[in-house]
């Protein structure tokens, strides 16, 4: 059985994130709230934890449209291309915030996660909680979207729901606090102008 946590979204306990990033360190896979729907991820290097992921989304790593979470706009300049003046600007009115930026990715993905496209979905979300564990981590996390098991909600948003139902599934469960059952807005950037391919939660100031 997995690991159950109470951490205070606003003020998160220093000797639980420091918990939440051994047992990601040690190739856990967690569940976690952000700043839009909980999510669950593991460490970028993490090789079975990222097929766990893929196999939770019914598909292959290399096919997996995950998203990747990281602490701040620094943490992210090694895993993408480098950016324009214009997208920097947009990032940094946006983030921390809501939104899955897509961007060509470098070279430093680990080659079990290169899609196709050879681009990355970057969030930095509004979340102390997610983002201590990353800054701990000092890497990012591979996410994906914990979706509900029923037609009512598209996310589960309950973590005693969470954990109820993942409990023997993953190494740690993060009750945060009730979830949004609406996800991140996507934003492309990855062309020659930003591209809104879903609208979700965040408002884009461009």
Not at 11 to 17: A, D, G, H, R
Not at 109 to 124: A, V
Request: glycine share 8%.
């Amino acid at each position: 059985m997995g690991l159950l946590l109470h951490i205070h979204p606003e003020t998160p306990s220093e000797k639980n994130i420091r918990k939440a990033v051994e047992i990601i360190e040690k190739g856990g896979v967690a569940i976690y709230p952000t700043d839009s729907v909980y999510g669950m991820g593991c460490s970028i290097f993490n090789k079975d934890g990222i097929e766990k992921l893929a196999l939770y989304k019914g598909t292959k790593p290399s096919l997996a449209e995950f998203s990747f979470l990281f602490s701040d706009i620094d943490q992210l300049v090694d895993y993408i291309k480098p950016m324009t003046k214009d997208i920097f600007k947009i990032l940094k009115r946006n983030l921390p915030g809501p939104f899955t930026f897509i961007l060509p990715a470098s070279n430093k993905l680990p080659k079990s996660l290169e899609n196709r496209r050879k681009t990355i979905g970057i969030r930095i979300p509004d979340n102390n909680i997610v983002r201590e564990i990353v800054r701990g981590l000092g890497h990012p996390l591979v996410n994906t979207s914990i979706h509900a098991i029923d037609d009512v909600v598209e996310y589960q948003t309950d973590p005693s729901l969470i954990w109820d139902r993942f409990k023997d599934k993953v190494d740690l469960v993060i009750d945060g606090g009730f979830g949004n059952n609406e996800p991140s807005t996507v934003v492309d950037l990855s062309g020659e102008e930003p591209e809104i391919i879903r609208q979700g939660i965040g408002e884009l100031i461009i």
